[in-house]
């Protein structure tokens, strides 16, 4: 687990999906140039009482990849 105390604020729940979108594909990034595997790993949002608000699996971050 990895903590943020200081956390972000956002506008709205759609502004942290964004956000939170691009913090896990940059994850990912990461793991992947030091060859860990990440993406059965999972982000969870909390708001200020310390209540989840979003949790998403970091293989939900991923572009769909075209058939064919």
């Given at each position: 687990m990895i903590e943020?105390?200081?956390?972000?604020?956002y506008s709205d729940l759609q502004a942290m999906r964004v956000?939170?979108?691009?913090k896990v594909r940059d994850m990912?990034?990461?793991?992947?140039?030091?060859?860990?595997?990440?993406?059965g790993?999972?982000?969870?949002?909390m708001d200020r009482a310390n209540q989840p608000v979003l949790t998403m699996m970091f293989s939900e971050a991923l572009d769909?990849?075209?058939?064919?």
């Amino acid at each position: 687990m990895i903590e943020d105390p200081e956390g972000e604020v956002y506008s709205d729940l759609q502004a942290m999906r964004v956000a939170a979108t691009a913090k896990v594909r940059d994850m990912i990034a990461e793991g992947d140039q030091k060859g860990e595997d990440r993406r059965g790993w999972q982000i969870e949002i909390m708001d200020r009482a310390n209540q989840p608000v979003l949790t998403m699996m970091f293989s939900e971050a991923l572009d769909p990849r075209p058939s064919g």
